[in-house]
Each structure stands twice: as structure tokens, then as C-alpha cells.
Nanobody
């Protein structure tokens, strides 16, 4: 059974940093690509970042480029999202998801399994 567990969310002030973690069980980290998505109240779920199976390619939505970094640690079977210079508009529930087949890393409908999310709240 595939299970993804996000952690690391919390309440911070604008300009602060957080590191989110996504720990996978039921599969090896290197067997899938991983994406981070977020959903704010009243808004649709939005692509944030993704990393390829090899870890050699990363992708970001324009609003987080230069501030967020996605990375992986095979030994810990974990993918991270380092978030710096946080803004109030980054407030959302953040989800990690895994993608088993080739396609568009930015398309949420091409991901196969999802975690339950972790809340990030950024005050001004």
C-alpha cells in the first residue's frame, strides 16, 4: 500500500522559512517523480514544484521560482520542499503526490497517489 505523509507545516511570519517533508512508504523514492501542490481556501489546487525520478530535473511555478527548492534524499525515502521568503499568498494546504508515468509534471490529474496535506500559514 502506497502511503505519503507530509510534515513541516506551521504558522510563520512573512519573510520566514519552512521546510516541508514528504515521506513515502510502499514504494522506493527513486521509483517515481514527486510533485508538490497547494490549495488555499476557496481556490483550486495549484502546482508548486516537481522533481523527476532521477532527481536531475526540477520544475517550479513562476510565483515560487527563486524562493522554493525541491530536493530528495533516497536514503530517507523523502522529498523536501524548502520554502524561503514566505509571503501571505503562500498560505495553503500543501500536498505531495507521486507520478508513475511520463507526462506533464505540472498537471495534477497525471499524479497517481496523494498525501493528506500539511497546513502552511504565513502572516503579514
Amino acid at each position: 500500500q502506497v502511503q505519503l505523509v507530509e510534515s513541516g507545516g506551521g504558522l510563520v511570519q512573512a519573510g520566514d522559512s519552512l521546510r516541508l517533508s514528504c515521506v513515502a512508504s510502499g514504494l522506493t523514492f527513486s521509483s517515481y517523480a514527486t510533485g508538490w501542490f497547494r490549495q488555499a481556501p476557496g481556490k483550486e489546487r495549484e502546482f508548486v514544484a516537481a522533481i523527476s525520478r532521477s532527481g536531475l530535473s526540477t520544475f517550479y511555478t513562476d510565483s515560487v521560482k527563486g524562493r522554493f527548492t525541491i530536493s530528495g534524499d533516497n536514503a530517507k525515502n523523502t522529498v523536501y520542499l524548502q520554502m524561503n521568503s514566505l509571503k501571505p499568498e503562500d498560505t495553503a494546504v500543501y500536498y505531495c503526490a507521486v507520478k508513475y508515468y511520463s507526462g506533464n509534471y505540472r498537471n495534477q490529474y497525471q499524479y497517481d497517489d496523494w498525501g493528506q496535506g500539511t497546513q502552511v500559514t504565513v502572516s503579514s
